[in-house]
């Protein structure tokens, strides 16, 4: 199992090249979560500020009928 972790003797390559990917791929995860619910807030004050708008029946909508 030593050996393993050893990797003959390359073991501080491999692993610090895998904690980096790590902390790269965790950084853009947060990243990309911090401006998913950053567009939502501004989504949500958006619509907030825009006046209720009434649907069209479809009878009045001014569709054409057969």
Do not use: Q
Request: without cysteine; aromatic residues 10%.
């Amino acid at each position: 199992m030593a050996d393993f972790f050893h990797m003959g003797g390359y073991a501080i390559y491999v692993w610090s090249s895998y904690g980096l990917a790590l902390l790269i791929l965790a950084g853009l995860l947060a990243a990309s979560v911090a401006g998913l619910r950053r567009k939502e807030r501004l989504l949500r004050s958006l619509e907030e500020g825009l006046p209720r708008r009434r649907r069209r029946s479809a009878a009045a909508g001014g569709e054409e009928t057969p």
